[in-house]
């Protein structure tokens, strides 16, 4: 069974910072390439960043220079470090898992930059 587990989200102020964390079983996580999405509501799915399995990385231009998408293989682990938070940040991030035609998706956890 595939599990696309998200932590770290939370309350945070404008200015500040977070590290998101999801933690990948039941797939070879090495051979994956790893997405964040977030979303907010009435509003489509936006690709965040992407880290391939070679750790090429690829940020949208809204969070280039102020988030970090990482990786750990031997713990199936994939991370966005997120600085200088925005309120336009605050949504529903999501972790997504894409190898060929599999495609597996996280429960989300919310992020709310607010003072």
């Known amino acids: 069974q595939v599990q696309l587990v998200e932590s770290g989200g939370g309350l945070v102020q404008p200015g500040g910072s977070l590290r998101l964390s999801c933690a990948a079983s039941g797939i070879p996580f090495s051979i994956y390439t790893m997405h964040w999405y977030r979303q907010t509501p009435g509003k489509q799915r936006e690709l965040v960043a992407t880290?391939?399995?070679?750790?090429?990385?690829n940020y949208a231009d809204s969070v280039k220079g102020r988030f970090t998408i990482s990786r750990d293989n031997a713990k199936n682990t994939v991370y966005l470090q997120m600085f200088s938070l925005k309120p336009e940040d605050t949504a529903i991030y999501y972790c997504?898992?894409?190898?060929?035609?599999?495609?597996?998706w996280g429960q989300g956890t919310q992020v709310t930059v607010s003072s």
């Open positions: 997504n898992a894409e190898f060929t035609s599999r495609n597996y």
């Open positions: 880290i391939t399995r070679g750790d090429s990385t």
